[in-house]
């Protein structure tokens, strides 16, 4: 069935403003963690586990509704992906926490939204470990992530969101969760809407690698990077590529990011493969790599114009990587004609 069109995005007044707050907020805490050290890093996302070579192969076959831009036609794109933490400090694996994928396509046509970068030839999608946020909204996100102190900061975040949210809110973030056993086998979710042509659509990473019964999390403070080091130089890994289509503003909501989107009521929608291929990240090109990717700028809004972001926290973070890449001075797009020898 075609997915509807009825989606849309609600921009509260004064928004623009709020979110350039928000930026310099999450800005201060990346100046503040940066003066300690001697290394510039993301403001969030800042311990990154590995930088690898990727190919990202679009599926023959797919429905008409879905082959807009890149999956208009079977083609394979090379891609440069880094799997991070998502915390503000490179912390030890064990401690658990968000864990992420943001990958970057290359040689990508179109003209892309972010002015001045129309016509870079990436596209880049990021992912989480989650289908949903604890948060609604940036007002949320941003309140929680820059808290300093919760002492002094809970009773301004209760002020501001209400009781009854920041309960809820510091239930789901203290609630125990899995540990991670591999970034290899879990599976990745963009928790956020882009437009697809005329559609709205959230994507997902459905890993082919399973855990065997039983597979405990390592023991090691970077047993992540261990784990998918040994794994990537045995042979290939391999992500499905899904996407799930907007059906109506309650099950499937544009601006609420607490909300996952059922497959039942959003049925997913395979489109492509993500292949790693075999890769010594230890190699002396591998380590050249890792050092490139992580100075890379992965960015939702670096997109062609049919696949923008949606909803007020991908505005948000419009705001925020731009502050955050700045800082760090991050490489311009890349073309593909990089060499690591
Ligand atoms: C659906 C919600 C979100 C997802 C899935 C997400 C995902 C990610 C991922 C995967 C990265 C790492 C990119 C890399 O490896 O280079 C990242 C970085 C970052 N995120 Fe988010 N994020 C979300 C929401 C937000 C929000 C609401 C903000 C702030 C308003 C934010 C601020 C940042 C910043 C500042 C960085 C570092 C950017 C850079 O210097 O490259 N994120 N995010």
Do not use: C
Request: glycine content about 8%.
């Amino acid at each position: 069935m075609t997915p509807s069109t009825q989606w849309k995005e609600n921009i509260e007044p004064g928004e623009v403003a709020r979110l350039e707050k928000y930026g310099e907020a999450i800005h201060a805490l990346q100046i503040k963690r940066d003066s300690q050290g001697s290394v510039k890093r993301r403001a969030l996302h800042a311990k990154g586990h590995m930088g690898l070579k990727a190919e990202f192969t679009v599926l023959p076959g797919l429905p008409d509704y879905a082959q807009v831009g890149i999956f208009a036609q079977p083609a394979t794109y090379q891609a440069y992906v880094r799997f991070s933490n998502g915390g503000s400090t490179v912390d030890d694996d064990r401690q658990g926490g968000t864990r992420a994928v943001a990958v970057k396509l290359l040689g990508v046509g179109g003209k892309k939204i972010i002015p001045g970068l129309e016509n870079a030839s990436t596209q880049d999608f990021l992912l989480i470990g989650a289908p949903a946020l604890p948060f609604k909204n940036a007002d949320e996100f941003v309140s929680f992530v820059t808290m300093a102190n919760p002492l002094f900061d809970l009773p301004k975040i209760i002020l501001k969101i209400g009781l009854g949210r920041t309960q809820a809110i510091l239930k789901i973030v203290k609630s125990p969760k899995p540990p991670t056993i591999s970034l290899a086998t879990m599976r990745y979710y963009s928790a956020a809407a882009i437009q697809f042509g005329p559609y709205a659509a959230r994507y997902t990473l459905k890993p082919q690698a399973m855990d065997t019964p039983g597979a405990q999390p390592g023991q090691t403070p970077n047993y992540l990077a261990e784990d998918l080091s040994a794994r990537i130089k045995q042979g290939p890994l391999a992500f499905d590529f899904a996407v799930q289509f907007f059906v109506e503003e309650a099950q499937t909501p544009i601006e609420d990011f607490s909300v996952a989107w059922k497959e039942e009521v959003a049925p997913l929608v395979t489109l492509a493969r993500l292949t790693l291929p075999q890769q010594d990240p230890d190699s002396a090109p591998g380590r050249k790599l890792y050092e490139f990717v992580e100075k890379l700028s992965f960015d939702i809004w670096h997109a062609p114009e049919e696949f923008r972001p949606l909803g007020n926290v991908m505005r948000a973070r419009g705001v925020a990587y731009k502050a955050s890449v700045k800082e760090r001075q991050a490489l311009p797009e890349p073309d593909g004609s990089e060499k690591f020898e």
